[in-house]
Structures are given as C-alpha cells and as structure tokens.
C-alpha cells in the first residue's frame, strides 16, 4: 500500500519543426515542447517490500520483478539505480500517466521517462539527479534502449523544455536556446496511424547505406533548411518559416517517410491557407503540424478534421524577450 510521502515529476511532449531523420546523421534540427500535453509520474513510500508500477491508461499494474525484460518503466528505474549508484532502490509505488499521444511522433517514450527520473529523483533526495541535463542524459540512455540510434533530441527538448537548436555531434551534442521574434501557432494534427520510430529509423538507415549519395544530399538539405528556419524564426519571419516547412516536407516525401495520410494532411493544411505545413518525428504515420496565423486557425483546424484528423492540438512558441 502507498504511505504519506510522495513526489511527482512531469515532462511535456514535443514536436519537431525541422529536421527529424537528419538530425540522427549530425546535421541541424529544431524541436519545441508541447507543455499543454505532459506525462506524469507519481512515486510514494510503499509499506509493501518491493517496486510496484501502475499505469492505469496502460491498465498496467505490476510488481517490477515480474516485468519482463523489455519494460520500460522497468528500463528507467534501472537507470536511475545505476546513476545513484545505489545496490537496490526502496520499495516504492510508482504510477505514470500520459496525455501525449503514444507512438505518434509526439515525444510520449521520452517524456514519461523524464518524469519518473524526476518523480524518482526527488522521492530519494538524489539532487545529483535533478538537473535538466542529467535527466536529459539518463533519458537517453533508456531511449537508446527502445530506438537503436536516437539523435538525442527528444530527450533534450522534454528534458529542458524549451524550444532549441540541436546538433548531435562529439563531444558534447550543441544545445542551443534562440529567440522568438514573434509567437508561432502550430495546429498538430494526427493522422491515426501510428508510427514505430525504431523501424523507420531503421529503414532510412538501410536506405542511406544503399544509397549514401543520395541520402547524404537529402540530409544536408534538411540541415540547411534548419538553419534557414532559425534565422527566419529569430526574425519573425512567418512566410518564410512555412514556405521552409513545404520544403522539408518533399525532402522527408523523398526519404520515404511521408504517407498517403500525411500528405493529405498537409496539402489540406496548406490549401486552408496555412503558412507552411509538414510531417512531425519520425513519419509513416503519427502528426503532422501546420503554422497557422491567428486569423486562418480555424479554417485550417476545419480544413484538417474534414481531412480525417483524429486529433487537432494547438501549440504556441511564445516569443522571447
Ligand atoms: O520519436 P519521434 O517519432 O518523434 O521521432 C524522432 C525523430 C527522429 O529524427 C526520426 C529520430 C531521432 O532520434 O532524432
């Protein structure tokens, strides 16, 4: 049974706005937080010997020892002991919620493993713990887990919840914060597929081995449209900005990870009178989002849902000082 003392950790989703798939092969990408949508972990003193973990969306209640090895809750805790340097961890309670959608491109695996670092961390007063970065750091330990090859992105962007530039390169990725001139509105728009990041990953993988000269050129297109994005962004630059996104959507389309939904979608968005529109994460299936002024919110919301979304979410980029 749960005792009195709790902690809790939360993490928001994400969304990626240039990028994704090239970003795992060292060029440029920049991804926002959606913090309207966050998973949640609770941990409390359990007076019953041993780890229980509830996941009540999951409809998930289990002892940690008879989790199978592939558990990713299991995954995290593990993680987070090897960190602490600790030989066991207490006996604990702990239960995860989630509002993000899961394998939909929204950031939902590393989310919630941010969370129950958090939840967990401060539960046992390992402050060494606590830093975004750490989280961030132990985050993708467990992502690398699920994903093979993950950029580091989504750790980062969940982790630190701001919206960055991010580059994945050694020694150490570059994270890097950058102004807002003027607040963006993305509609986020799920086509009801959803998508396996590992096996796309996987497949681009496969693709870029067969044809590195190719798959070199897309990329290196993706990471200039990053850079072009940021500057524009940092200017205020809306037109632009989306005129960016159609741009790295055809280069995702060429990459193979676009889809018959998603690219209605976006073509829907754009037609609507949205300022650009794209596939968001790893593609196939999972979110797209369109930037929209104010003034064109709604008929683009319309446009998408008579396009079949299951879900439309709104999110704003706040500008910077
Ligand atoms: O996890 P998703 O579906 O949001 O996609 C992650 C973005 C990729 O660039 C496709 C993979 C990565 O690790 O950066």
Redesign the pocket.
Known sequence: MPTGRKAKGTAPGKI?LFG??A??YGRPAIAAPMSQVRATAIVQESNHPGIRLIAPDLKQDIMLHETDKNDPIAAVLEQVRLAANLERLPSLTVTVTSQIPIAS???SGAAITAAVIRAVAQFMGLEALLPDQIVSDLTYEVEKLH?GT??G??NTVVSYERPIYFVRQQPQNRIEPFAVAQPLTFLVADTGMR?H?KI??GDVRQQWEADPTMFEHLFAGCGRLAKEARAAIEQGDGPQIGALMVENHALLQQMTVSSPELDYLVDEALQAGALGAKLS??GRG?NMIALVLPEMKTAVSNALHHAGAKSILTTTLPATQ
Do not use: K, R, Y
């Open positions: 990626i994704e798939h970003v795992v491109g929204l950031g994903h993950p950029s992105i989504d998508s990041t796309v990953v994460g790893a999972g």
